[in-house]
């Protein structure tokens, strides 16, 4: 099988990859990056981690010269993901209605997926006045919202200004952010999650569809697969074992708390003992409803289809490779 050189971010569940410790796959180099790799751009790159919204759009576009496979290698809850004043008065998404909402990017998956709450409990589009910007100083100034038409209730932060700063001094009532600024856990920060029981909500969210919201997903530049298909699935089979070797060590190795052995037996609790399946049956509720949004956010205008977003798989073929005993 051919060298691939891959890049995503540094999640743990990857890491027996770019340490070449799954057994036969030792012929992908990962590369571990800081930022997302861009897949369309960066043409060296032979897949990666990609962000599951562009994806979705790009192939909407017609552009299908990146393939993704159903490995969402980023995954989580938004609920934790909006912060307010810590003397705010709002409490849930309902009470963001007409208020002054900052966002870290607009089309992202993970802020989609965020709106989607807001959505869930009434809180449309037009209801709300929207800030995209750096959440920081220390992030960089980009165009955050990108070439999309946009209501005009929506717009970049004034001059650059960090909306942490437009935060403080009461300019922006709420800020959804997929990862808090610095200090926000300490003692006297001056914010705090919207929602006062952040896991409660999520659990509420779970239990009500059944899924973890999906963010980024492992995609292959299309060539590749053109010119060997197999790929397709011997990188979701590698995957597979990377998860569960970290699986494995994670209740020996990584005490990310004291409390860590705790933590991983409410998460069982609630979710099994695989909370990130792969695979298309396991995610089919999930990219339905991620498509949903997207459309009804003005993001997208037709629903893909599960054939036309993951050509190289069926659920068939997806639940043979996750199944079939892989020896790490």
């Given amino acids: 099988m051919r060298h691939l050189r891959l890049a995503t971010r540094h999640w743990d569940h990857v890491m027996p ?3 070449k410790e799954v057994s036969g796959y030792e012929n992908y180099d990962l590369e571990t990056r800081a930022l997302t790799p861009d897949l369309w751009t960066e043409r060296d790159l032979d897949g990666g981690e990609t962000s599951f919204s562009r994806y979705v759009r790009a192939r909407a576009a017609g552009d299908d010269s990146v393939t993704a496979l159903p490995v969402f290698i980023m995954r989580g809850f938004r609920h934790r993901c909006i912060i307010t ?3 705010s008065p709002l409490e849930t998404a309902a009470d963001l209605r007409g208020k002054r909402i ?7 998956s993970g802020n989609t997926w965020t709106r989607a709450i807001l959505r869930q409990d009434g809180v449309d589009i037009a209801d709300a006045d929207w800030r995209v910007g750096a959440l920081t100083a220390n992030h960089p100034i980009i165009d955050r919202i990108g070439p999309i038409d ?3 209730n929506i717009a970049p932060t004034e001059n650059d200004e960090p909306m942490v700063d437009m ?3 009461g300019a922006l009532d709420a800020v959804m952010t997929p990862f808090m600024p610095p200090g926000f856990y300490d003692e006297g920060s001056p914010f705090r999650p919207l929602y006062r029981n952040t896991q409660q909500a999520e659990v509420d969210y779970y239990a009500s569809t059944g899924f973890i919201p999906g963010i980024h997903v492992l995609a292959v530049q299309t060539r590749i697969l053109e010119e060997d298909p197999e790929q397709a699935t011997a990188l979701v089979a590698a995957f597979e074992a990377a998860k569960i070797i970290s699986s494995e060590r994670r209740g020996k190795l990584l005490d990310i708390t004291p409390w860590q052995n705790e933590a991983m037996a409410t998460a069982t609790r609630v979710f099994g003992s695989d909370w990130m399946s792969y695979g298309l049956s396991e995610n089919a509720t999930m990219i339905a409803a991620f498509q949903t949004e997207l459309i009804a956010q003005g993001l997208l205008y037709n ?3 599960v054939d036309q977003l993951f050509p190289a798989f069926d659920a068939v073929t997806t639940n043979a490779v996750l199944t079939k005993g892989i020896t790490v």
């Fill in 167 to 169: 935060l403080a001094r």
């Fill in 17 to 19: 990859i770019a340490t």
């Fill in 303 to 305: 629903e893909q289809g």
């Fill in 102 to 108: 900052g966002l870290t990017g607009w089309a992202d």
């Fill in 85 to 87: 004043a810590t003397d």
């Fill in 150 to 152: 946009v209501p005009e």
